[in-house]
């Protein structure tokens, strides 16, 4: 009795459907800034990314003042420019941050996040850890006294983490309807599909309720698999039974 196995692929597609800070810190304090300025952090797009958000922390979900949160490049070009907060368009509260969806690709390269904040409006003053997903390197926080949103450069103040209003999120990936193969559609949770290969195969009772393929041969086996920034591909295998 053969066994054929045959990799079956299944295309995700990018959503922005619970997307998640692309940046996260602990510590320091939620104050009312003394000056106008604009804040932010500088960091470093290590892949294309996908933003679906651009955000600005509020823990409470209180604050009333509309930011303009903006991406620059290292020359001063701004790339994007949106409205979050209450009252702007389309910007809505999730678990400590005002959102506004955006679609917005980045190049990898280095860019810079801000937001102006007026005196008397509220940001998060000097963290004592950041953490940032591996998309992206934290490289320091930058601001610049500013009577509205201005290109901060590399300008740095806040201490060694940094102060923190502006954000923003990647989509995500999930199954895109329509996206996959007619095989894959078919595929059991555990990966194996059982399918006659020609007229002399049939399926085994036995394989579908015990298969043997092992998990370790199909890592190594596909694992050299290319994947873009912007699809990620789900393994399937479908085994096959002649007798």
Avoid at 192 to 212: D, F, L, N
């Amino acid at each position: 009795m053969n066994r054929i196995l045959t990799p079956l692929i299944a295309v995700l597609a990018v959503t922005s459907a619970h997307a998640t800070p692309i940046l996260t810190w602990t510590g320091g304090d939620y104050v009312a800034s003394a000056f106008q300025q604009t804040i932010g952090w500088n960091f470093a797009a290590n892949q294309t990314l996908q933003i679906a958000n651009l955000e600005w922390y509020d823990p409470t979900g209180t604050n009333p003042t509309q930011h303009t949160v903006d991406i620059w490049s290292m020359d001063g070009t701004l790339v994007s420019s949106v409205c979050v907060g209450s009252g702007c368009a389309s910007s809505s509260y999730l678990s400590g941050f005002w959102q506004t969806p955006v679609s917005l690709t980045l190049a990898p390269g280095t860019y810079d996040i801000g937001g102006w904040v007026d005196v008397g409006d509220s940001f998060l003053w000097k963290g004592t850890t950041v953490s940032a997903d591996p998309s992206i390197t934290y490289n320091l926080p930058v601001y610049i006294h500013s009577t509205s949103d201005l290109f901060p450069g590399t300008s740095t103040s806040c201490g060694s983490v940094g102060c923190f209003g502006p954000n923003f999120s990647v989509a995500q990936a999930t199954p895109e309807p329509g996206s996959r193969t007619e095989a894959a559609q078919g595929a059991r949770a555990d990966g194996i599909r059982m399918t006659p290969q020609s007229s002399a195969c049939k399926p085994s009772p036995v394989s579908m309720t015990t298969p043997t393929v092992s998990r370790v041969a199909m890592t190594g086996a596909f694992a050299g698999l290319a994947q873009s920034p912007r699809q990620k591909r789900k393994i399937f295998i479908e085994e096959s039974v002649c007798q």
